[in-house]
């Protein structure tokens, strides 16, 4: 009889627990509905354009799985896909090897002048990737210096071809060395250094002690990197298709441009088929990579407050490793960055050649300044990038603070708000172009469809510097505050936002710095009037015009150094990561 009425008792209190969890406030009901407004629209309209047939004057037809069993029998897409695995997993390789050196010789030896690396690394973050591409192609071009010397050595029947599937890999892999980088250092400040500075005194050397100490220890860790920049690597646009279309080398993203930039009307239904199944399998690669990064918590070894991060005594090896740093600098940054200068002085680009320095010229920068389309581009790009951290960080701010004191419901805020980061660069683009196209307000090709766009891509980003930041407030504050008699909005703004100030003008600056160097995103979103820096960069080398693009380029990353110096100083003055 007493279990009888202990089962009854508990339906009730079942019933209640889940009224709780359903029970929301009005802000998050709101703030709910934001989110919902900015990512669902492209994701359902993706799904729709894919299950019907596209017409001429960009109406959907009748409902068809067409563009889906095309897609599963052409004779394209299963080469594609290899393709953007071998492409992928290649570019993690490159990236992997140089990024986790340059990470221990910072985090575990004292070579000299190893802590400049983080500011290299971040002023590397605000270059766009076109213009990354761009130099690439210069130095291993058919004109470049690379070829000029196999050929004096070797003679002019020997040369590389760049527009190759080692081309993309090394291309794009030196692309993400300095993420890499920055990522494995926090793997590293994990550990326990005392393990390697054992190791040492037992007389292992530096280069054992490291492979058989740290990596084994960082293990979870990398191939949690691995699996990341695979995953970035199988979204991304720039090189597969700056690179990869000009070897004859598709992967799905150039299909998915392809399809939808097509001769006669754009094949918003293929496009939609393609994005829909890269889509999906990024979902799983994401699932995949957040299990891995779960189970890394298994080999951290900080154990105590005690504990102070070691570096090993390399003696005169330190030069060595700080020689290893320079080098590694070079071919990342520092290389790209002189042949854009050196090409941005010439009145037509043919190589690195001696005659090349007498025909020196500042003409490419004069037309460059007085060209109103430069300054259309640069103030939109400057717009764009501010308005979309701007309308990102305190959206995030609030939905953070809300989810991290587990408010009623507020869990669905950040579901809604980390769930663009399944989406690829290009299928968001594709999506918001067929959102904007069929929208009765004329928003398409607008700077404010850019806004929108950009705004539901990096709404994670925002996300994650806001609750980081979040949860390094005691929640005492707020609870002595609300004793006081505050309201709760009173103390979000007198508390909380003041606290928080150093992580959100953190996270604004990382938002300002991804939005203005992207490509994939806008490209198929502007339109005459609403032109940026990284899509009019794109075009510049698709029409040939080399020496202007490494001008506007030169511009272009002055100014995002200085962006980038000041969010390397926020970063490093409140400790923010």
């Known amino acids: 009889m007493s279990l009888h009425a202990s089962s009854h008792d508990l339906a009730p209190k079942q019933r209640a627990s889940l009224l709780l969890?359903?029970?929301?406030?009005?802000?998050?009901?709101?703030?709910?509905?934001?989110?919902?407004?900015?990512?669902?629209p492209p994701a359902l309209f993706l799904i729709d354009v894919s299950l019907h047939v596209s017409n001429p004057d960009g109406t959907l037809g009748e409902f068809t799985f067409q563009y889906y069993k095309?897609?599963?029998?052409?004779?394209?897409?299963?080469?594609?896909?290899?393709?953007t695995i071998i492409y992928s997993f290649g570019t993690a390789?490159?990236?992997?090897?140089?990024?986790?050196?340059?990470?221990?010789?910072?985090?575990?030896?004292?070579?000299?002048?190893?802590?400049?690396?983080f500011l290299g690394a971040i002023i590397a973050l605000g270059i766009p990737n076109v213009l990354h591409v761009v130099s690439w192609l210069?130095?291993?071009?058919?004109?470049?210096?690379?070829?000029?010397?196999?050929?004096?050595?070797?003679?002019?029947?020997?040369?590389?071809?760049?527009?190759?599937?080692?081309?993309?890999?090394?291309?794009?892999?030196?692309?993400?060395?300095?993420?890499?980088?920055?990522?494995?250092?926090?793997?590293?400040?994990?550990?326990?250094?005392s393990f390697e500075?054992?190791?040492?005194?037992?007389?292992?050397?530096?280069?054992?002690?490291?492979?058989?100490?740290?990596?084994?220890?960082?293990?979870?860790?990398?191939?949690?990197?691995?699996?990341?920049?695979?995953?970035?690597a199988f979204e991304s646009f720039e090189v597969p298709a700056l690179v990869g279309l000009a070897g004859n080398i598709n992967v799905l993203t150039t299909?998915?441009?392809?399809?939808?930039?097509?001769?006669?009307?754009?094949?918003?239904?293929?496009?939609?088929?393609?994005?829909?199944?890269?889509?999906?399998?990024?979902?799983?690669?994401?699932?995949?990579?957040?299990?891995?990064?779960?189970?890394?918590?298994?080999?951290?070894?900080?154990?105590g407050k005690g504990y102070r991060p070691r570096v090993v005594d390399l003696g005169p090896l330190r030069w060595i490793g700080t020689g290893v740093l320079v080098l590694t600098f070079f071919l990342v940054t520092g290389l790209p960055i002189l042949i854009l200068i050196f090409a941005s002085l010439q009145p037509f680009y043919d190589g690195l050649r001696p005659e090349s320095f007498a025909r020196f010229t500042s003409e490419n920068y004069r037309l460059l300044l007085d060209a109103h389309s430069f300054h259309d581009a640069i103030g939109n790009t400057l717009l764009m990038g501010a308005a979309t951290a701007t309308a990102v960080i305190p959206l995030t701010a609030i939905c953070a603070w809300l989810a991290a004191r587990r408010a009623p419901g507020a869990w669905i805020l950040d579901q809604l708000a980390t769930s663009p980061l399944v989406f690829p660069a290009i299928v968001m683009s594709v999506a918001f172009l067929y959102v904007f196209v069929n929208m009765p307000i004329a928003l398409y090709g607008t700077l404010l469809s850019l806004i929108i766009a950009s705004t539901s891509r990096y709404?994670?980003?925002?996300?994650?510097?806001?609750?980081?930041?979040?949860?390094?407030?005691?929640?005492?504050?707020?609870?002595?505050?609300?004793?006081s008699?505050?309201?709760?909005?009173?103390?979000?703004?007198?508390?909380?936002?003041?606290?928080?100030?150093?992580?959100?003008?953190?996270?604004?600056?990382?938002?300002?710095?991804?939005?203005?160097?992207?490509?994939?995103?806008?490209?198929?979103?502007?339109?005459p009037g609403s032109e940026i820096v990284a899509v009019t960069l794109f075009d510049l080398w698709q029409n040939g015009q080399v020496t202007e693009l490494a001008a506007m380029g030169v511009v272009w990353i002055a100014l995002m150094t200085i962006v980038s110096g000041i969010f390397y100083y926020v970063t490093r003055r409140f400790q923010i990561s």
């Open 70 to 83: 095309a897609l599963f029998t052409e004779r394209f897409f299963l080469p594609s896909l290899i393709n």
């Open 197 to 232: 500075e054992a190791s040492m005194m037992s007389g292992g050397r530096p280069l054992r002690t490291f492979w058989s100490i740290s990596i084994r220890m960082g293990m979870p860790g990398i191939l949690a990197l691995l699996l990341l920049v695979f995953i970035r």
């Open 255 to 303: 299909n998915i441009y392809q399809s939808s930039r097509g001769r006669g009307f754009p094949k918003y239904g293929e496009a939609g088929a393609y994005a829909i199944c890269l889509l999906l399998i990024v979902c799983v690669l994401i699932y995949l990579y957040n299990r891995l990064s779960r189970n890394a918590h298994k080999y951290q070894s900080i154990t």
């Open 485 to 527: 008699g505050a309201r709760q909005l009173t103390t979000f703004l007198r508390i909380v936002i003041p606290l928080l100030a150093p992580a959100l003008i953190g996270g604004w600056l990382f938002v300002f710095l991804l939005s203005v160097q992207a490509v994939s995103l806008p490209l198929l979103l502007v339109g």
């Open 459 to 483: 709404l994670p980003y925002g996300m994650r510097y806001a609750y980081a930041g979040v949860l390094q407030i005691q929640k005492e504050l707020e609870d002595a505050s609300s004793s």
């Open 21 to 40: 969890r359903l029970r929301v406030s009005p802000i998050i009901l709101v703030l709910a509905s934001l989110l919902a407004l900015l990512i669902l």
């Open 138 to 193: 210069l130095i291993l071009g058919r004109a470049g210096p690379v070829n000029d010397l196999i050929s004096s050595s070797l003679g002019p029947d020997y040369n590389i071809n760049v527009y190759s599937m080692w081309g993309m890999i090394l291309i794009e892999g030196m692309n993400f060395v300095p993420l890499v980088f920055l990522l494995m250092s926090a793997v590293l400040k994990s550990q326990d250094a």
């Open 93 to 117: 390789i490159v990236a992997l090897f140089f990024g986790i050196t340059q990470a221990l010789i910072v985090e575990r030896t004292n070579a000299p002048g190893r802590r400049w690396v």
